[in-house]
């Protein structure tokens, strides 16, 4: 079974900076591509940043590309969201997930979810 376990999160000023990262447990870390989607208040969760097995290739959401870096480090099974320029509109809840072979931007195609771990951007 696979686990994910995100960490990072906090409070931050608009302007500011945090890293996310998701700890992964089980399964064949190298074989998935891995997510990290958010979910604001009252919104639906939406894709932010995607990485291939072996870190190849990225996909970013056009509200975060420039400002937001998805990375893996394969030995230590984590992924990682680098975030700088943060504004207000990121504040959600971030989620880390996988799925087997290639990234999506699809939700429904990730097969685990860690718990999620709250971002807010205020001053």
């Known amino acids: 079974q696979v686990q994910l376990v995100e960490s990072g999160g906090g409070l931050v000023q608009p302007g500011g900076s945090l890293r996310l990262s998701c700890a992964v447990s089980?399964?064949?870390?190298?074989?998935?591509?891995m997510a990290w989607f958010r979910q604001a208040p009252g919104k639906e969760r939406e894709f932010t940043a995607a990485?291939?097995?072996?870190?190849?290739?990225?996909l970013y959401a056009d509200s975060v590309k420039g400002r937001f870096t998805i990375s893996r480090d394969n030995a230590e099974r984590t992924v990682y969201l680098q975030m700088n320029s943060l504004k207000p509109e990121d504040t959600a809840v971030y989620y880390c997930?996988?799925?087997?072979?290639?990234?999506?931007?699809?939700?429904?195609?990730?097969?685990?979810w860690g718990q999620g771990t709250q971002v807010t951007v205020s001053s």
């Open positions: 089980g399964g064949t870390f190298t074989t998935n591509a």
């Open positions: 997930s996988a799925r087997s072979t290639y990234p999506s931007r699809r939700s429904y195609e990730y097969n685990y």
């Open positions: 990485i291939s097995p072996l870190g190849r290739d990225k």
